[in-house]
Structure formats: C-alpha cells, structure tokens
C-alpha cells in the first residue's frame, strides 16, 4: 500500500518553503558576518552565499536551518579574512617588486650593497635556531618549500613556519643594524 500526501508540495513550493526558512535567518547572519569582518558588503557577500548554499542543499534538516547557516557564514567569513590577508601580502611583494629603476651609473653600487648585506645577513644564521637556519638555506638554494620540507623531513606547515620566522629576526635585525 502506497501513502500519498493529501496536499503534495510541488517543487516551486518547497523552494519558496526553504527560501522563507532562510530568510528569516538574514538579519542574525549579517550581525554576525560584520561583526567578524567589519565591513558590511563583505558581510553581505558571505551572508548572500551562506543563504545560497543552504536552500541547494539536498538534505536540507528544516530543524537545524539556523546552525547550518551559522556554520556557513562563519566558514565563509574565515575564507574571505584568509583572501584579504593574501592580497595584503601579495600586494607588498608587487610593491617590491616594482622598484624604481636605479639611476644609470649606480647599478654597480646596488650590487655591492646588496652582496655586503646579504653577507652581513649570513653571519646572523648563527642566532637561528637550527630548523629555521636549516629551511632558510634550503630556500636560499632555491628549493621550494614542499622540497625544504622533503628533503628535512618535516612537515610542508612547519618548513613555512621556520621559514617566516627565520626572515621575520632576520628582517628585524637587518632594521636595527641599518638604524644605527
């Protein structure tokens, strides 16, 4: 014997169903995502796409709407604090890396500058710990990290780890030693 539905719901219905379900979940989202993230399009952005992936998602339990879009938001709010930390970052490397040209006649100058700081750096390893001293030539080598990693057998997170605390004192010392 087969049950149907006295009042079956059509696919438009529960669409419009999970829609309203959502919906009412926007204003609690969006506190939640400026308050995570400060500014209120962004907040928008991840609340609009948190309310998305929520109504797509098949096996939608109407009894834990609110959760599974907390969930979301929170994750989505991380992902996008995570890309503004990356472009912050690259966009120092594009700065570096656009450097004025120096002046015709100085280019040997520079040259000899950068080599005696780069010496001077090298005998500063020695106030590195040894996995740091150890990532930090490796990537001086030209290894990648995940070679640095391989070939130091260690993990690919904690080669990174060393790697950007080696040239974090180092940077900080290179500072001071100019200051003076």
């Not at 120092?92 to 280019?107: F, K």
């Amino acid at each position: 014997m087969t049950r149907t539905l006295s009042h079956p719901c059509t696919e438009k219905e529960r669409h419009h169903h999970r829609w309203n379900l959502v919906l009412a979940e926007r204003e609690r989202l969006l506190r939640l995502a400026t308050s995570r993230l400060g500014r209120t399009s962004d907040a928008e952005d991840c609340v609009q796409e948190a309310m998305i992936r929520a109504v797509a998602f098949d096996a939608l339990d109407e009894s834990r709407v609110a959760a599974l879009l907390t969930t979301i938001t929170l994750r989505l709010c991380v992902d996008q604090q995570r890309g503004t930390q990356r472009d912050r970052r690259l966009a120092v490397r594009v700065q570096v890396l656009r450097r004025p040209e120096p002046e015709p006649g100085s280019e040997v100058e520079h040259r000899v500058c950068d080599r005696a700081a780069g010496a001077w750096l090298l005998t500063q390893l020695t106030g590195l710990g040894n996995r740091e001293r150890d990532v930090l030539l490796a990537r001086a080598r030209g290894l990648s990290t995940a070679e640095t990693a391989n070939a130091l057998q260690i993990t690919y997170k904690s080669a990174e780890s060393a790697f950007t605390r080696a040239r974090s004192r180092l940077r900080v010392l290179y500072h001071q030693e100019m200051a003076r």
